[in-house]
């Protein structure tokens, strides 16, 4: 199997927001960008902030989408369309509220969850099979209240577990641009 070409990092765009749950992915991928020394420029047909670097001598395309949270598929599409990356190497990372916070889980396709983003992406893509990484930021214990909670800066304690989560998941995105996804899987989900 192909290895990944293309990260994306979930987020909605604006300061305001930088700092919310729903803005995990980001986290993720910018802090990706700073290891490898890749510097993002926004590209107005992306619909979005993109740069491209070389993880194990591959060449990989990561992209915060800077349309809002219901609209990252436009970004994702335009990406994959341009440079021709089927959704089988594309990795999506988000917040999961399902998770506890610090919990991470890879896998390739499934349901949006209930999560916007994701529904979006699998809409514009026509295809649920894509790779997601799954941050967990925790439940706000009442569904009501989901709307509000992603879109709230986690507790310091929670702060610190994404945090750990996220640096964990650094070390497996070698395994994943060679497309070694089980081990990659065995690797995450035995921390």
């Known amino acids: 199997m192909s290895g990944i070409r293309l990260i994306v990092g979930l987020n909605n765009p604006g300061a305001q927001y930088e700092k919310t749950r729903h803005n995990a992915g980001a986290w993720f991928v910018s802090q990706l960008a700073h290891q490898i020394g890749a510097v993002f420029s926004e590209e107005s047909k992306f619909f979005g902030s993109i740069t491209k670097g070389s993880i194990e001598q591959q060449p990989v395309y990561l992209l915060l989408p800077q349309t809002f949270m219901n609209l990252s598929g436009q970004s994702v599409l335009a990406v994959a369309q341009f440079y021709k990356i089927p959704s089988q190497e594309i990795l999506i990372v988000h917040d999961e509220i399902d998770f506890p916070a610090g919990t991470v889980r890879l896998?390739?396709?499934?349901?949006?969850?209930?999560?916007?983003?994701?529904?979006?992406?699998?809409?514009?893509?026509?295809?649920?099979?894509?790779?997601?990484?799954?941050?967990?930021?925790?439940?706000?214990?009442?569904?009501?209240?989901?709307?509000?909670?992603?879109?709230?800066?986690?507790?310091?304690?929670?702060?610190?577990?994404?945090?750990?989560?996220?640096?964990?998941?650094?070390?497996?995105?070698?395994?994943?641009?060679?497309?070694?996804?089980e081990e990659a899987m065995l690797k995450l989900h035995s921390e």
């Open 107 to 181: 896998k390739l396709s499934g349901g949006a969850g209930g999560h916007n983003g994701i529904r979006d992406v699998a809409s514009r893509l026509s295809t649920p099979d894509f790779w997601r990484l799954r941050i967990g930021v925790g439940h706000p214990g009442n569904s009501s209240q989901v709307e509000s909670y992603v879109l709230q800066k986690p507790t310091a304690d929670q702060q610190r577990d994404i945090d750990y989560a996220i640096e964990q998941s650094l070390s497996i995105i070698p395994d994943l641009i060679q497309g070694n996804f």
